[in-house]
């Protein structure tokens, strides 16, 4: 097996692995919910809470594992110190990620209960939330950033498509416009770029 079709493969798995998460059904609905419903649904659910973030965590590393092999793939200077630099830039961003997904698998389910229970949260809490969105932030830009900086730097050459990678810059760009804009940005956009990465390399592989 080629190294671009096997790195396309770990791609494209990380990238199912938290599409299945996040579309659970007994979750799904709770994404974009009110806080009050939110807390109803994962205290109603939560082995599927847990598993859902057992597959976002797993299918993060899974991505950055794949994303880290791709600058090997492309051209020498300056594409792959370009998509280097990206790659680091992503796996600082999916570090900061899945310490907030670690807070949400260990302390989300909990406080759950209690405000099902007593209809209340621990200002502590509420605070400890606020530091897991603001990495959550963090992962949005960063990882946007390190995934355009790839983008680009596949536009020199090697087995991702130009307009994959200028299409990646370009959505970079869009939801990170849109975090700023509104406050948030559903974090499966940043897995669908990597998608396209991991696709494009399974091709080239099997064609090679």
């Known amino acids: 097996m ?13 990238a199912l692995g938290f599409g299945v998460g996040a579309g659970d059904p007994y979750l799904v ?4 919910a009110p806080q009050d419903l939110f807390l109803d649904v994962v205290a ?7 598993v859902t973030h057992l597959l976002f965590i797993g299918g993060t590393a899974l991505t950055v594992a794949g994303v880290v092999m791709v600058p090997a793939l492309l051209p020498s200077d300056p594409a792959q110190v370009i998509a280097l ?15 907030s997904l670690v807070y949400r698998l260990a302390v989300t389910p909990a406080v759950a209960r209690t ?4 209809g ?8 400890l939330d606020q530091m897991s969105g603001g990495l959550f932030k963090a992962f949005i830009v960063l990882a946007f ?37 509104t406050g948030d940005m559903p974090p499966f956009t940043v ?14 592989g099997s064609s090679g």
Not at 44 to 50: E, L, Q
Not at 85 to 99: D, E, N, S, Y
Not at 115 to 118: E, L, P, Q, R, S
């Open 120 to 127: 209340t949260i621990d200002p502590t809490t509420i605070v």
């Open 85 to 99: 630099a990206g790659a680091v830039v992503f796996a600082i961003a999916a570090v900061l990620w899945t310490i």
């Open 29 to 32: 609905r709770a994404w974009t």
């Open 191 to 204: 897995y669908l770029p990597s998608l396209a990465f991991g696709v494009a390399l399974v091709i080239n």
């Open 145 to 181: 950033g390190g995934l355009a900086a790839i983008g680009i730097a596949s536009t020199f050459g090697g087995p991702i498509p130009a307009p994959i990678g200028w299409g990646t810059a370009l959505l970079g760009g869009l939801a990170v416009g849109g975090l700023i804009l």
């Open 44 to 50: 109603r659910h939560p082995t599927a809470w847990r």
């Open 2 to 14: 080629e190294a671009s079709h096997l790195i396309g493969w770990v791609l494209v798995i990380g």
């Open 115 to 118: 405000f099902v229970t007593t």
